[in-house]
């Protein structure tokens, strides 16, 4: 059997919002801060695309892969179709503010 990709994600819209505000807010940092940011995020969601299974649960069926150059992770689930980014989340913050959107 062959090895299956995933080429869909979506973002909880909790997620989404908490994503724009950290590019908002690392461009208003540094100009292009917010732009390197998003380009990290992306990243790491083409490596959660191409092995969503590299990375540890965290709890239920939500795994977590770090971002790289960024104290962040992105929070996922997955299904036969597609990768839901359940958060963005700030490692350094409230560890456990994001389980409501489960």
Known sequence: MGKIFFVK???HPEAETEFVKAVEFYEEREEGLGHNFAAEIYLTIERILAHPKAWPFIEDDIRRSLVS????????SEDRKEIFVVAVMHLHREPDYWKHRM
Request: overall charge positive; hydrophobic content about 35%.
């Open 9 to 11: 994600y979506s973002f």
């Open 69 to 76: 150059r960024f104290p962040y992770g992105i929070l996922y």
